[in-house]
């Protein structure tokens, strides 16, 4: 038996658990650069505030109907994600963190008979603790479990728990569920299914092996044999390293100044370092690029990048920076006006895999030593308390967030205030 706990609404979730006044009212969360909405409370999505809107198409709605906006948080979401995720590991022997706000849990170890008070116990706790409310769904498959928790946020609002316990409640809920609504159908294979009379879970699972093999591969035949009731979906408890890290941000305003591109430069490069650390591994290869703002046809263009092979993989800030910057000399042009600026670690190795070079004189001992004290420093008092000084502190490139709420849990300056 597998669980999927899934936050509800959670970037909205997280802002009304240090402000229990925006309980009840429309909320939403808006993207970098406050662009468009990208989370809504359920009274936003009452009113019609779709997913995607932009900003500016909102400003009447905002306004008769009061709507809370937010910029969007990322080191506050991350935060109560790590703590919900720890709630939920103390639950079962094995998790599989799905996404910043679902996680899978493998309930095949333990020893309980009554599977929907488990999963009542478990919602209790992780609301009681973090204040993020979850819906909980119980299935023998993982993709039956995104079904069934899909369910208990449509049909059963108030246990927000469902269990796939026999076959009746697994049909009942293959019945109601549209062929778009499962875990793995694309637009693609929606339309394929519906233009062949297949419009529900239910539907699909009585459909010919042979016909599912031949239109939909053998993936589609392990996503059928998982809502026939047969584990197909391997479990995978651990986060796969990735094979590259991108950082990339369009800036609040149009950057002319060199210098203001090389601190925007030097703040992504160093993050790429701290993400490469954080997954043990270091990258062979580093690309930078630089684009202008394609939309605005009344302005030149220019956008040019540039791979630059590193002679020893490094996860170091100083050296990713100091590339980084090197290559941003290459391709940088005066006269334009740019909007966007990226750095990718590319061909990533584990970081105890290392060839050191014939030539190479850094300390590297010394620089990893460095390297975890920079970490445990900003991990412990507040991210890029001690920085680089070609980072800069001013970050007039930095995104438009003019809505962005505190940082209740990691910034020791921006702690919540209760006045009594």
Known sequence: ????????????????????????????????????????????????????????????????????????????????????????????????????????????????????????????????????????????????????????????????????KDGLTTIEVLEKTPVGDIWGIGRQHEKLLLNNGIKTAAALTRTPDEWIRKNMSVVGQRLVNELRGVSSIAWEPDIAAKKEICISRSFGKMVTDKNELQEAVANYAGTVAQKLRKQDGCARKLHVFIETNSFRTD????????????????????????????????????????????????DIVPANTIQQGMFDTNDRPRNEQLMATLDKVNKTFGRDLVRFAVQGYEKKWKLRCAHVSQRYTTNLNELLTIKI
């Open 299 to 346: 302005l030149q263009q220019y956008f040019r990048s540039i791979d630059r092979p590193l002679p020893v993989a490094t996860n170091s800030s100083n050296e990713l920076i100091g590339y980084a910057l090197k290559s941003l000399d290459i391709i940088f042009s005066n006269g334009f006006e740019f909007l966007k600026a990226g750095v990718i670690a590319k």
């Open 1 to 164: 038996m597998y669980a999927l706990v899934d936050c509800n609404n959670f970037y909205a979730s997280c802002e009304r658990v240090f402000d229990p006044s925006l309980e009840g009212r429309p909320l939403i969360v808006l993207s970098n650069n406050d662009g468009c909405a990208i989370a809504r409370s359920e009274e936003a999505k009452a009113i019609g505030i779709n997913m995607g809107t932009p900003t500016f198409m909102l400003e009447d709605i905002i306004k008769q109907h009061d709507v809370a906006v937010f910029s969007s948080n990322y080191t506050l979401y991350g935060d109560m994600s790590d703590r919900v995720m720890k709630i939920l590991g103390s639950f079962a022997p094995s998790i599989e963190m799905y996404s910043i706000d679902e996680a899978f849990l493998d309930l095949s170890q333990l020893k309980y008979e009554n599977l929907f008070e488990l999963g009542v116990t478990l919602k209790k706790q992780v609301t009681q603790y973090t204040g993020i409310p979850v819906s909980v769904g119980i299935a023998p498959t993982k993709t039956l479990a995104k079904l069934a928790n899909r369910y208990a946020k449509k049909s059963h609002k108030k246990p927000g728990v469902y269990w796939l």
